[in-house]
């Protein structure tokens, strides 16, 4: 099983329609949680922290699963700026070393 | 402000020949990252710093070396270029909860 793993889409959505990410990991004792937007051709920039208790930023919002090793990443109201992939990163249990999903890709359709 | 810079953007290699990657980052951050990323693999890590002076490897570290020598720099080395060292290098720069910040990325090619 891989550490992290991502649906790699891709999902096509229509503008103003809701959509939701799932990654599992596989390590149980694995402490911070990530996800990243890249687009194409650029650096990953970080889109947000995953707390224990769930978190939302604006149209954004990430819940974390630890009985179910998952976390998720819920859009609403999808703009076309959202096109992207959004990468799952996840830490090695309380050190620097953080393993990356492969990423889901996202296209919003006007 | 610049973040984290890295040069150059592009570069083509023959095999064999060595090159560095640079990297520098103006956050004060001690923790430092070099990834590489290939189509369906992910972003893997070649190579990390704790602080100046204090390097250790990754998970593809072969045919990479690093140094630490200031908190602001973290060079990468390929001593000897292959085609299969193709690919798409970010530096990445650690914030105290974990969360990284990305240079723009060189990419590579080896023939």
């Known amino acids: 099983r891989k550490e992290v793993e991502q649906d790699p889409g891709p999902f096509n959505v229509p503008e103003g329609a809701t959509v939701a990410f799932n990654c599992t990991y596989s390590?149980?004792?694995?402490?911070?949680f990530f996800w990243y937007r890249q687009d194409c051709r650029k650096e990953p920039k970080l889109l947000m922290s995953v707390y224990s208790s769930g978190n939302e930023d604006g149209r954004f919002t990430a819940q974390l699963n630890r009985a179910s090793q998952y976390i998720s990443l819920l859009i609403r109201d999808s703009k076309l700026s959202d096109s992207a992939t959004y990468l799952c990163?996840?830490?090695?249990?309380?050190?620097?070393?953080?393993?990356f999903g492969t990423g889901t890709r996202l296209t919003i359709i006007p | 402000n610049a973040g984290v810079t890295q040069t150059p953007k592009f570069q083509v290699l023959k095999t064999g020949q060595s090159m560095t990657l640079q990297c520098a980052q103006d956050m004060n951050h001690e923790y430092m990252s070099w990834y590489r990323q290939d189509p369906g693999m992910g972003l893997r890590l070649i190579h990390y710093?704790?602080?100046?002076?204090?390097?250790d490897q990754g998970e593809v570290p072969n045919g990479y070396n690093v140094s630490r020598s200031t908190t602001e720099d973290f060079p990468l080395r390929l001593l000897s270029a292959a085609p299969s060292q193709t690919s798409v290098y970010f530096c990445?720069?650690?914030?105290?909860?974990?969360?990284?910040?990305f240079g723009p990325g060189t990419r590579l090619t080896v023939t």
């Open positions: 390590n149980s004792a694995s402490q911070s």
């Open positions: 710093s704790v602080g100046a002076g204090i390097t």
């Open positions: 990163v996840v830490n090695k249990g309380g050190n620097e070393k953080l393993t």
């Open positions: 990445a720069s650690i914030g105290t909860a974990y969360e990284q910040y």
